[in-house]
C-alpha cells in the first residue's frame, strides 16, 4: 500500500485548503483511513478518519473540517475550511485495520504535506 498526500500551503487565517491522498495497492471499507497531523514540538495526533460510512472528527476541528472519499478514485480528502493559526502542522495520511482513528492503529503512512496558516 502507498499513500501520496499532496494539497498543502500557506493560507491566512480563516482560509480554506484541501489536501488529498491518493491510495495504490490496496484500500477497503473495511480500512480505516485519514489524516493525522503533527506540530513543531508535539505528538502526532488524530485529525479525522473515515471507515465505510463512519468519520471521526477530533474536537478541534469539528464543524470546520470534512473527509470525503472518492472509491472510484482511490483518494480520500481532508477539506479544511476556517483554518487558524493552531491548525499549522504537517498533515499525513495513513490507514490499518483498527476501528480507532489514532495513530497507533495505522500501518501504512504517507509522506506528510507541510500547512502553515499565518497572516
Given at each position: 500500500v502507498q499513500l501520496q498526500a499532496s494539497g498543502g500551503g500557506l493560507v491566512q487565517p480563516g482560509g480554506s485548503l484541501r489536501l488529498s491522498c491518493i491510495a495504490s495497492g490496496f484500500m477497503s471499507d473495511d480500512y480505516t483511513i485519514g489524516w493525522f497531523r503533527q506540530a513543531a514540538g508535539m505528538e502526532r495526533e488524530g485529525v479525522s478518519c473515515i471507515r465505510s460510512?463512519?468519520?471521526?472528527?477530533?474536537?478541534?476541528?469539528?464543524?470546520?473540517?470534512?473527509?470525503?472519499?472518492?472509491?472510484?478514485?482511490?483518494?480520500?480528502?481532508?477539506?479544511?475550511?476556517?483554518?487558524?493559526?493552531?491548525?499549522?502542522?504537517?498533515?499525513?495520511?495513513?490507514?490499518?485495520?483498527?476501528?480507532i482513528c489514532s495513530a497507533v492503529n495505522m500501518d501504512y503512512w504517507g509522506k506528510g504535506t507541510q500547512v502553515t496558516v499565518s497572516s
Open positions: 460510512s463512519m468519520t471521526y472528527y477530533a474536537e478541534p476541528v469539528k464543524g470546520r473540517f470534512t473527509i470525503p472519499r472518492d472509491n472510484a478514485k482511490n483518494t480520500v480528502y481532508l477539506q479544511m475550511n476556517s483554518l487558524k493559526p493552531g491548525d499549522t502542522a504537517v498533515y499525513y495520511c495513513a490507514t490499518g485495520p483498527g476501528l
